[in-house]
C-alpha cells in the first residue's frame, strides 16, 4: 500500500491494524473477492497545484450558460430577479446558518425571533395568520396541503386543475397515491386556460372531496378565479388550496382573502437565488382551524414564568417527538435560512417597493406578449388574464426555437407539456423587473430571426 499518498503515517496505520487484530492491510480487504479487486494504480492525472486547480475549474465554469451569460426569459416556478446587496450581507452572518429551527428556545432567541418575523411576514402577504416555519420547496408545500385537507375532513380524494406544473404534479402524485389518496385532474378550459369550474362541481357535488387545488398563475402563466372557486368550494362543503407566485400579491389581492383556506407558494422569487434548481423554501399558510394539521413547527411569541417576553416552538408534531404515526408529516425538514433570507428580503422592500416590483413585472410581461403576438404567426396560447408569465403559440416546435434562441444568447422560455397543450408548439414566457424595455426589443428582433429560419 502507497503509505505516501494516505494522510496516516506508517505507525498509524500499524497502530490501527492492531487494534482490529489484523497483520495487513491486504488483509483488512481479504473478503473483497479478487477478480473485482484493482490490480494497479489508479489512472488519473498528475497532481496539479491550487492555482493550478482553480484555473481549470473557472475554465470549466466559464462553459456553463447561465443568466449571467444569457437574457433569462425562464418561470415555471422559479424566476431571475434583484436582490439588494443587503439581503445576503445580514443572512451570511453565522447565527442564521442552519437549515433547521432550534429546539433549545433559551439559546436561540435571535434565530427563533427571526423565523417569527418570516411567519408574520408571508402570513401578511398571502392572507392567512397561520404559516408554518417552512417545507423544502414549493411542490412539497403544495402535496403538504393536500394531505392537511385530507387529514382535517377524512376524505380521500383531491380536485387539482390540470394546469399546474408538471413537476408540481409529479410530487403531489409520489406523496398521495401511495397513502390511498385519489387524485382527479380537472382540464383547463380550452380557450381562457382557466380552470373549468362546470366540471369541478359535477365532481364536487359527489360529497367525498377533500379538497380543491388551484395555481395562480398557472402553467399557461393565466390567473384563475379563486373567488369564484372559493364560494363553490364553501357551498359543497370542500376546503381550497392555491398554489400563488408570492409576487402576485403585490399586483392583486391575496388568495387567503379571496377565500382560500390553505395558501402556499414556493418562496424563490422573494430573495432566493436562481441557483441551479435549489435550495429553495416552501411555505404554506392556513386558517386558524387548520393550523393543528400544518406539517412542521411553529414558532410564538411568548412570556416565561417571570412574564418576559420570549420566543419558543409553539407547535412541533413531528415523528421524532410523541407523535409518532399521528404526526401531521414524516418528510417536515424546513429551510430556515432560506425562510429568513424571505424575511429580511420583505421587510428591506417594504410594502410599497413591493408592489412597484409586481406592477413591474406585470407590465413587462403585457409589452412583451403584445410584441411577440404582433409577429406573423404567433398568438396567445390562452386568453386569460396573465400577470409576470404568458403562453404563446408558435409557428413551429417550441423546443426548436428555443435552441434557436440559446445560441443567439436568450433563453425563450419553456417549451409546454405536449399534453397540456395538444401540441409542440406551446412556449411559457416569464418577464422580471430585471428586463429594461431594451432586452425585450432585442427578444422580439432575435425572435423574429428565428422564426424566419427555414
Known amino acids: 500500500m502507497p503509505i505516501g499518498f494516505n494522510v496516516h503515517t506508517g505507525s498509524d496505520v500499524q497502530a490501527m491494524l492492531e487494534v482490529m487484530g489484523l497483520h495487513s492491510v491486504e488483509q483488512l480487504f481479504a473478503d473483497v473477492p479478487a477478480q473485482v479487486r484493482l490490480r494497479r494504480e489508479l489512472d488519473l492525472p498528475p497532481a496539479l497545484s491550487e492555482w493550478e486547480l482553480m484555473r481549470d475549474v473557472r475554465s470549466m465554469a466559464d462553459m456553463n450558460a447561465t443568466v449571467l451569460t444569457h437574457s433569462c426569459f ?263 435560512l432560506n425562510a429568513i433570507r424571505v424575511a429580511i428580503h420583505l421587510a428591506c422592500l417594504g410594502e410599497r417597493n413591493f408592489m412597484r416590483i409586481a406592477q413591474v413585472n406585470a407590465a413587462n410581461a403585457a409589452r412583451l406578449c403584445a410584441l411577440l403576438t404582433s409577429m406573423e404567426g404567433v398568438s396567445r396560447l390562452r386568453s386569460g388574464t396573465h400577470f409576470n408569465e404568458f403562453a404563446v403559440e408558435l409557428p413551429l416546435d417550441a423546443v426548436t426555437f428555443c435552441a434557436r434562441m440559446r445560441n443567439l444568447g436568450v433563453f425563450a422560455g419553456i417549451p409546454l407539456d405536449k399534453g397540456l397543450v395538444g401540441h409542440g408548439r406551446g412556449l411559457l414566457v416569464a418577464v422580471t423587473e430585471t428586463k429594461s424595455l431594451a432586452d425585450l426589443d432585442a427578444y422580439v428582433g432575435h425572435a423574429r430571426a428565428c422564426l424566419q429560419e427555414s
Not at 398563475?217 to 378565479?225: K, L, Q, R
Not at 386558517?287 to 394539521?293: A, D, I, Q, V, W
Request: aromatic share 6%; proline share 5%; charged share 15%.
Open 74 to 336: 425562464l418561470g415555471g416556478g422559479a424566476y431571475e430577479h434583484y436582490i439588494p446587496a443587503v439581503v445576503d450581507a445580514i443572512v451570511s452572518r453565522g447565527e442564521f446558518l442552519t437549515a433547521y429551527t432550534p429546539y433549545q428556545p433559551e439559546m436561540s432567541q435571535g434565530l427563533l425571533q427571526a423565523l417569527f418575523e418570516f411567519q408574520v411576514l408571508v402570513g401578511r402577504l398571502l392572507g392567512r395568520d397561520c404559516v408554518n416555519c417552512s417545507v423544502y420547496d414549493g411542490a412539497t408545500a403544495l402535496a403538504e396541503s393536500c394531505w392537511m385537507m385530507c387529514s382535517a375532513s377524512g376524505k380521500r380524494r383531491v380536485v387539482v386543475a390540470q394546469a399546474v406544473w408538471g413537476q408540481y404534479r409529479e410530487v403531489l402524485d409520489t406523496y398521495l397515491l401511495p397513502r390511498g389518496v385519489q387524485v382527479v385532474y380537472v382540464a383547463q378550459d380550452p380557450v381562457s386556460g382557466m380552470a373549468d369550474a362546470a366540471a369541478m362541481v359535477n365532481l364536487l357535488t359527489a360529497g367525498d372531496v377533500a379538497g380543491v387545488v388551484l395555481q395562480s398563475p398557472n402553467a399557461f402563466g393565466v390567473i384563475e378565479d379563486v373567488q369564484a372557486i372559493g364560494q363553490m368550494c364553501l357551498q359543497h362543503d370542500t376546503l381550497l388550496t392555491v398554489c400563488v407566485n408570492p409576487l402576485l400579491c403585490g399586483w392583486l389581492e391575496a388568495p387567503g382573502t379571496l377565500g382560500a383556506d390553505i395558501v402556499v407558494c414556493e418562496g424563490q422569487p422573494l430573495g432566493l437565488p436562481l441557483s441551479a434548481g435549489g435550495p429553495y423554501v416552501g411555505i404554506i399558510a392556513c386558517t386558524k382551524p387548520l393550523e393543528r394539521y400544518l406539517p412542521g413547527r411553529l414558532v410564538g411569541r411568548v412570556h416565561d414564568l417571570n412574564g418576559k417576553l420570549g420566543y419558543a416552538l409553539v407547535k412541533e408534531d413531528r415523528e421524532q417527538h410523541v407523535a409518532r404515526d399521528k404526526a401531521t408529516s414524516h418528510i417536515c425538514s424546513n429551510q430556515a
